[in-house]
């Protein structure tokens, strides 16, 4: 009886926050609302002794990616989403798409075979109630299938490695670049002058401005020769 009254709170409190995370135009009140779909989920898990997957599925999906979802959100922004304008023709298309899509996945599941789960034993079963399947699974992980974990373990560095190396930012008008080749020592007192840097730097900046406007000058150049061919040739 309590496992039934817990099952239909987290199933009422996943379906709102499940609507309240696709209706919102709030994009951080659409992620919070996520937060509580992926405890719900969780809590489905630990109803069914599933330990395991219910601690993963908050460190991964409640606590990791959401946490992700928000940094972008705050270095994006958080602004209603737009509400475009969507002819009736092409949503009636979307509609026809989805629906003839979502009928033959379903008439392919409905043709295959029903798969039947082996039945465990009752030790393993007395195993699963009293210690819970994270002993279970990490006795697996590090005797049976120890060179797998390791090796995903490798993938998921280089993947971070390959991320970090991709979003590495570029300065193009930073100090850096402004100064020139110019190297400040690391002990103070032989650091050059302030006056002089601040020369040199207001030096390399009327340099990059006159490079600037060259090249503005060029361009305006570029445009009007085809406009003088032409009327000469008129």
Known sequence: MLDSAIFWVFAIVGVGAAL?????RSVINAALCLIAVFM?????YVLNNADFLAIAQII??????????????????DKPMDLRKVNRMSRLAYGIIIAYVLALVLRGSAS???ASTPAISSDLAMRLKTEGSTLLLGELLFSQYALPFELASILLL?????AIVIAKKRFVESESELLGDVRLAVDL??????????????KRLLEHQERKDALQ??????????????????
């Open 217 to 234: 000058e060029q361009n305006v150049t570029d445009e009007t020769e085809p406009e003088k061919a032409g009327s000469s040739s008129r």
């Open 60 to 77: 991964i999906y409640a606590v990791g990616l959401t946490i992700i979802m928000l940094f972008a959100i705050m270095f994006t922004g």
């Open 112 to 114: 295959l075979p029903v």
């Open 40 to 44: 719900s989920i969780a809590g489905f």
């Open 20 to 24: 309240g995370a696709v209706f919102n």
């Open 189 to 202: 007192s032989s650091a050059p002058p302030a006056d002089a840097i601040e020369g040199l730097r207001q």
């Open 158 to 162: 280089a993947a971070m490695i390959g």
